[in-house]
């Protein structure tokens, strides 16, 4: 408490008064910052306050921006308001943006102090459970800005100012560190995010080709094909790899810049552009400039705001979070029951340096999902450790054989996309029967009953009865291999979608394995 940093944002000097008397006989440390830019500035830097002071007065249209740019970056920080009128709409919007307290001039030393030392030793449990709602944020079909660490609220912090900026932004990050993300983001805060975000990857085409999509051309009936700066007119134009661009391509997109119109390369009409440019890149670019892959004057033209995205290994806290959010997300995608992280996969993937990023922890989890960690210890997750690749396969595979009743050779790691489906099919196939054979020796055959024990319809469960052939002859000389822990297995199988249960209304559709 004696220790406290306090930061007082305010215009005004005479607001200054109450406040620093306050801090001074309690033996508060207070800085102050005239608005909103500066004091994201001090709480950036350093350790930062532990409690802010934003002064609201009369036609400050920033404060309550300030406030929300100040929860963005430190979630956890309090933040005072001392108001000049009692707005309810005020207090309502300061409230959820995330003040602590909303304190109306004209304010006693007594209720300040008060105020502060409720806010300095308040519990953490509501704005802990903010936090966690807002570190996943939806930016498209299927894609996901998930900001859990300083790091990366920093970064959400810097795309929100940005968003409200008609300028290029160059974005720099390993490759799969989610550039393109961050480019997202940029363009869903912006005015410009009602009109269509356009990606382009320089890499992944030849010049004569990228040209044609970037500038236009003709089509085979030799009429003008739409350029992607037209096709964004008033949105947003993502061009990645930009350093792949042929030297060329980046003289007409440095002219495109400063003009604000372009020539279709079939070269007959000027087309206005009204297209913002964010580019993105992996490689050092003072490296890029010195061979010639990056125009230097193109440069300076993107690189008015920079954005730095963080590696995964810069921010490992992110990493459980993370976990689960694309274990829910896949597991739902294939229709299969979400698997919990052991704490052997969990220690691992925190030590984990994670060369490959994102898209290296998003496909490890794919791999999760379908196998779990069921190998020895010295086997898939260990091999995670030590990027071998070959390794982990051969850690998984026989444990998927000798659950699918398949014969796999240990040598043989790779599986092809229709192996794997196949595999996985099988798997399921088998639960499922077994899951069924289990609730009918329950029922003893009453296969009504047997159906209220699974959740399923009648008519479902006479319709697997006959697609697996079962009959009590063959449960009774086989055994189901389940009852051991039936009625586990039944709910977790119904949850997974192997049995799909009944509406309220209808029957729903049954997904079938392949036999």
């Given at each position: 408490m004696e220790q406290a940093q306090i930061l007082l944002v305010s215009k005004e000097r005479s607001a200054r008064d109450l406040p620093w008397v306050s801090c001074e006989s309690h033996g508060w440390q207070m800085e102050t910052a005239r608005n909103g830019w500066e004091a994201l500035e001090r709480v950036q830097s350093g350790p930062g306050p532990d409690l802010v002071l934003l002064d609201l007065t009369p036609g400050d249209a920033e404060g309550l921006h300030g406030l929300r740019w100040l929860r963005r970056v430190r979630p956890d920080l309090p933040v005072l308001l001392l108001a000049n009128s009692d707005d309810p709409n005020q207090k309502l919007d300061a409230i959820r943006l995330g003040a602590q307290d909303y304190l109306v001039q004209p304010i006693q030393a007594e209720q300040l102090e008060s105020a502060i030392r409720r806010s300095l030793f308040h519990c953490t449990e509501d704005v802990e459970s903010e936090i966690v709602a807002d570190e996943i944020e939806q930016i498209g079909d299927d894609m996901f800005f998930v900001a859990a660490s300083p790091a990366m609220r920093k970064l959400r912090a810097q795309a929100e100012l940005l968003a409200q900026v008609n300028a290029p932004v160059l974005l720099l990050g390993e490759n799969g560190s989610g550039k393109e993300l961050a480019a997202r983001l940029i363009h869903k805060l912006s005015v410009r995010s009602g009109f269509r975000f356009v990606k382009l990857n320089c890499a992944a085409l030849p010049g004569d080709v990228l040209e044609s999509e970037l500038f236009g051309g003709l089509n085979g009936n030799g009429r003008n094909r739409p350029s992607k700066l037209e096709l964004c007119q008033r949105g947003t134009l993502f061009l990645d790899e930009?350093?792949?661009?042929?030297?060329?391509?980046?003289?007409?997109?440095?002219?495109?810049?400063?003009?604000?119109?372009?020539?279709?390369?079939?070269?007959?009409?000027?087309?206005?552009?009204?297209?913002?440019?964010?580019?993105?890149?992996?490689?050092?670019?003072?490296?890029?400039?010195?061979?010639?892959?990056?125009?230097?004057?193109?440069?300076?033209?993107?690189?008015?705001?920079?954005?730095?995205?963080?590696?995964?290994?810069?921010?490992?806290?992110?990493?459980?979070?993370?976990?689960?959010?694309?274990?829910?997300?896949?597991?739902?995608?294939?229709?299969?029951?979400?698997?919990?992280?052991?704490?052997?996969?969990?220690?691992?993937?925190q030590r984990h340096s994670w060369p490959g990023n994102l898209r290296e922890l998003e496909k490890f989890v794919k791999r999760y999902l379908v196998m779990g960690d069921e190998g020895p210890d010295t086997g898939a997750l260990e091999a995670l450790d030590q990027n071998d690749e070959s390794a982990f396969w051969a850690s998984y595979v026989p444990q998927m054989g000798d659950r699918a009743g398949l014969a796999i050779e240990p040598s043989q790691p790779q599986l092809g996309a229709s192996g794997l489906k196949s595999l996985v099919q099988s798997v399921k196939g088998e639960a499922e029967r077994n899951a069924i054979a289990s609730a009918l020796d329950q029922a003893g055959w009453n296969r009504k009953a047997a159906a209220r024990l699974l959740k399923v319809s009648y008519r479902t469960l006479l319709y697997k009865i006959e697609q697996y052939h079962m009959n009590p002859t063959a449960s009774r000389l086989t055994g189901n291999g389940a009852a051991g822990n039936s009625e586990s297995e039944a709910v977790s199988l119904t949850r997974g979608g192997l049995l799909k249960p009944r509406g309220p209304a209808q029957h729903q559709n049954i997904r079938m394995p392949a036999r």
């Amino acid at each position: 408490m004696e220790q406290a940093q306090i930061l007082l944002v305010s215009k005004e000097r005479s607001a200054r008064d109450l406040p620093w008397v306050s801090c001074e006989s309690h033996g508060w440390q207070m800085e102050t910052a005239r608005n909103g830019w500066e004091a994201l500035e001090r709480v950036q830097s350093g350790p930062g306050p532990d409690l802010v002071l934003l002064d609201l007065t009369p036609g400050d249209a920033e404060g309550l921006h300030g406030l929300r740019w100040l929860r963005r970056v430190r979630p956890d920080l309090p933040v005072l308001l001392l108001a000049n009128s009692d707005d309810p709409n005020q207090k309502l919007d300061a409230i959820r943006l995330g003040a602590q307290d909303y304190l109306v001039q004209p304010i006693q030393a007594e209720q300040l102090e008060s105020a502060i030392r409720r806010s300095l030793f308040h519990c953490t449990e509501d704005v802990e459970s903010e936090i966690v709602a807002d570190e996943i944020e939806q930016i498209g079909d299927d894609m996901f800005f998930v900001a859990a660490s300083p790091a990366m609220r920093k970064l959400r912090a810097q795309a929100e100012l940005l968003a409200q900026v008609n300028a290029p932004v160059l974005l720099l990050g390993e490759n799969g560190s989610g550039k393109e993300l961050a480019a997202r983001l940029i363009h869903k805060l912006s005015v410009r995010s009602g009109f269509r975000f356009v990606k382009l990857n320089c890499a992944a085409l030849p010049g004569d080709v990228l040209e044609s999509e970037l500038f236009g051309g003709l089509n085979g009936n030799g009429r003008n094909r739409p350029s992607k700066l037209e096709l964004c007119q008033r949105g947003t134009l993502f061009l990645d790899e930009i350093t792949e661009m042929p030297m060329n391509l980046q003289t007409k997109l440095l002219h495109v810049l400063q003009e604000g119109h372009f020539v279709r390369s079939s070269g007959d009409n000027r087309m206005e552009m009204d297209v913002r440019i964010l580019a993105a890149t992996q490689v050092n670019l003072e490296q890029a400039i010195l061979e010639r892959k990056l125009r230097e004057d193109l440069y300076y033209r993107l690189s008015g705001f920079t954005v730095h995205v963080p590696a995964l290994r810069q921010r490992k806290e992110e990493i459980p979070l993370l976990l689960g959010h694309f274990m829910n997300r896949l597991a739902k995608r294939y229709n299969l029951p979400a698997r919990i992280f052991s704490a052997a996969a969990l220690d691992v993937c925190q030590r984990h340096s994670w060369p490959g990023n994102l898209r290296e922890l998003e496909k490890f989890v794919k791999r999760y999902l379908v196998m779990g960690d069921e190998g020895p210890d010295t086997g898939a997750l260990e091999a995670l450790d030590q990027n071998d690749e070959s390794a982990f396969w051969a850690s998984y595979v026989p444990q998927m054989g000798d659950r699918a009743g398949l014969a796999i050779e240990p040598s043989q790691p790779q599986l092809g996309a229709s192996g794997l489906k196949s595999l996985v099919q099988s798997v399921k196939g088998e639960a499922e029967r077994n899951a069924i054979a289990s609730a009918l020796d329950q029922a003893g055959w009453n296969r009504k009953a047997a159906a209220r024990l699974l959740k399923v319809s009648y008519r479902t469960l006479l319709y697997k009865i006959e697609q697996y052939h079962m009959n009590p002859t063959a449960s009774r000389l086989t055994g189901n291999g389940a009852a051991g822990n039936s009625e586990s297995e039944a709910v977790s199988l119904t949850r997974g979608g192997l049995l799909k249960p009944r509406g309220p209304a209808q029957h729903q559709n049954i997904r079938m394995p392949a036999r």
